[in-house]
């Protein structure tokens, strides 16, 4: 962890945000679904349990977040945002597709992770440094 980047640790800790933002996010709704059919069963709000904190990112994420983006903004100016993938919002680089309808490209992992995205729609991958 000591070798990495400032850049590969910023987006590691956004990593492991992220990921702990879809299983707090989850745990939330598994509650709000389990009283829900309690309540249908049974109809006794003394069965119910106590919703979990709501799902947020955490301050040390929102700082690091500030920071990243304010190291952007400082370099280029502008948050260019046609450099990034629109779905993990990192640089364009790697192998990319690129939408034959709204010409935004985007990292082929990305687009194999995203449901409801037709491949068919996407041009031939393409290699960017």
Not at 89 to 102: A, D, I, M, P, S
Not at 116 to 123: F, I, S
Request: with cysteine; proline share 3%.
């Amino acid at each position: 962890y000591s070798q990495m980047t400032e850049t590969e640790k910023d987006n590691d800790a956004f990593d492991i945000a992220w990921d702990d933002m879809g299983r707090s996010i989850k745990l939330y709704l598994d509650t709000i679904d389990i009283n829900i059919l309690t309540l249908l069963c049974t109809r006794d709000i003394t069965k119910l349990y106590p919703l979990p904190e709501l799902p947020s990112l955490s301050n040390e994420f929102m700082n690091t977040y500030r920071n990243v983006m304010t190291k952007y903004s400082q370099e280029k100016n502008e948050y260019d945002v046609s450099k990034f993938c629109y779905f993990c919002h990192r640089q364009l680089k790697g192998l990319l597709v690129t939408c034959k309808y709204c010409k935004k490209s985007f990292h082929k992992k990305c687009v194999n992770k995203e449901r409801g995205w037709c491949e068919a729609e996407m041009d031939t991958p393409k290699t960017s440094n």
